[in-house]
């Protein structure tokens, strides 16, 4: 097992173990400098057979198909799909309200479990991982590399990080957009409380770059129950104005608001083909990582 040699409170070295046993996928062909185990939009040498195509000169000979040959009187080529590594791009929300937590686990404190175990799988296997932490503004970023000892940096990133400010997900998201050159599959965790009309221009801008792009969408159980029995003073994580209500005067139009809110964000990620995990953070984290681990298996090197 890959580790830096130091403790995280982030990382279970068992749970590790067993997602391990699961590859992680890219739904996409990426564009790698290695071999690996994706696929890529080229082709190349491997043993999954892509397609024939007509012999022009100067083609390999020792891929020409003599049997096709014998029944068409005719120069075949055999192709095979490229197989190559993936760029990870972990994108990590560090803003105000990711401080939130009702149970074990804050956001940030789940968000970390997860942004650490994807690291250590992408590593893993082979391939580059980055990672940006965003708020206001980018508030830290380290390029993707595939060096085992790049975790170190990555770690030591999270352990610090610290939730801080407003939001500006949709901006950071365009920006990055431009700035992640080539193809990747970039993870948003995140608890995206912004628009959804405009996180929808930001991802289509995303796929547009031709990443495969994933959502980790945290969410705490108190947010999806609003379990509160007398009137309290509500705070806005981020800095806004506090509000003080009545639970009971509030319930109705809050649990409408929230399920206009949840099946806009469904609508949107199944419309602009991302994949989506809405995640309660009084799960496990193992249960999300392996839905999203053995989803993936299934759509390997979809195209």
């Known amino acids: 097992m890959i580790t830096d040699g130091r403790h995280r409170e982030f990382l279970n070295h068992q749970t590790l173990s067993r997602l391990a ?3 992680l996928f890219s739904r996409r062909p990426m564009l790698g400098n290695v071999s690996g185990i994706h696929a890529s939009p080229h082709r190349g040498a491997s043993v999954e057979f892509a397609e024939y195509r007509r012999y022009v000169p100067g083609d390999d000979l020792r891929r020409m198909d003599w049997r096709a040959y014998g029944r068409s009187d005719r120069f075949y080529v055999k192709e095979f799909e490229a197989d190559t590594n993936l760029r990870c791009c972990l994108i990590l929300d560090t803003s105000g309200s990711m401080e939130f937590g009702s149970a074990e686990f804050t956001k ?6 997860l942004a650490g175990s994807l690291a250590y799988l992408a590593i893993q296997q082979g391939d580059a991982v980055g990672l940006t932490c965003i708020a ?26 610290r939730p801080k400010g407003d939001t500006q997900l949709v901006s950071r998201l365009h920006e990055l957009a431009e700035t992640i050159r080539q193809r990747a599959l970039v993870i948003v965790i995140s608890d995206f409380f912004v ?3 405009e996180l929808r221009a930001a991802f289509e ?12 969408h945290l969410l705490d159980p108190l947010e999806l129950e609003f379990k509160f029995q007398r009137p309290m003073r509500f705070l806005d994580m981020e800095g806004g104005p506090s509000i003080f209500a009545e639970p009971n005067e ?24 991302l994949d989506y995990q809405r995640v309660r953070i009084d799960e496990h984290y193992e249960q999300a990582l392996l839905r999203f681990l053995i989803a993936r298996t299934r759509t390997k090197g979809a195209r």
């Open 21 to 23: 046993a699961i590859p």
């Open 205 to 216: 801008h995303l796929r547009f770059r031709k990443h495969d792009v994933a959502l980790f």
């Open 136 to 161: 206001e503004k980018v508030v830290q970023t380290v390029p993707a590399r595939r060096t085992p000892s790049h975790l170190r940096v990555m770690y030591d990133i999270l352990e610090h990080a």
């Open 250 to 273: 509030i319930m109705d139009r809050y649990q409408k608001a929230l399920d206009e809110y949840l099946a806009a964000m469904k609508q949107m990620t199944l419309e602009t083909s």
């Open 108 to 113: 940030i404190q789940y968000a970390r479990c």
């Open 195 to 197: 628009d959804v009309g």
